[in-house]
């Protein structure tokens, strides 16, 4: 498997054991990636600022752009990313210096600002916009731009963010079986 992997000053990315990340994939400097995990088509994680940590059993789906704030003065610790377990984040999604904690879905087209913090337990609707520092609580479903809470997730809903995440795993062993 041919993928891009590249250091940034001292620091080369991290990988668990069984990451897929797909050959047209960039992964740059202070990043983690923890097991199971995957990475697809055109997907560009770049910690070159500050560091970026992605969950166990997380996704990022084709074209998402993960990337982080610089620590200054102003904000001694910048805005790093960090990514919970079992978290499926949408086609074409562009996260920047948030935190996303586990079970959590991350709609297409959806962007999330610096300082937001998502709950656990969360769906976010495709085309979103998560403000700088937002709140996302946990159990709600929020759509919009900027994003509102719209309701209480059901049981079933909550019961597929795990499976979404699941269902990714498979995928992924898939493509490391083929190779």
């Known amino acids: 498997m041919s993928f891009l992997l590249r250091h940034y000053q001292n620091y080369q990315p991290q990988l668990a054991n ?14 983690h990636i923890g097991t199971d995990s995957s990475l697809w088509p055109l997907v560009v994680v770049r ?7 992605i969950g166990q059993r ?4 084709d074209g998402s752009i993960l990337h982080v704030s610089r620590i ?5 610790e910048g805005y790093p ?20 904690e586990d079970r959590v879905l991350v709609g297409m087209g959806t962007i999330i600002l610096d300082g937001a913090i998502i709950e656990h337990d969360v769906i976010i609707g495709a085309g979103s916009l998560v ?3 937002k709140l996302l609580c946990s159990g709600f479903l929020y759509i919009g731009s900027p994003v509102k ?31």
């Open 149 to 179: 809470q719209m309701r209480r997730l059901t049981a079933p809903e909550l019961m597929s963010l795990s499976q979404s995440a699941a269902n990714y795993v498979r995928l992924k062993d898939e493509y490391l079986t083929q190779g």
């Open 18 to 31: 069984n990451v897929y990340i797909d050959t047209t994939a960039v992964v740059i400097g202070k990043v």
């Open 81 to 100: 990313l960090i990514i919970g377990d079992d978290v499926t984040i949408g086609h074409k999604a562009m996260l920047h210096g948030c935190k996303i």
């Open 72 to 76: 200054s003065a102003a904000n001694p």
């Open 131 to 133: 403000p700088p520092k």
């Open 58 to 61: 997380s996704n990022i789906q």
């Open 47 to 53: 910690g070159d600022v500050n560091h970026i940590h």
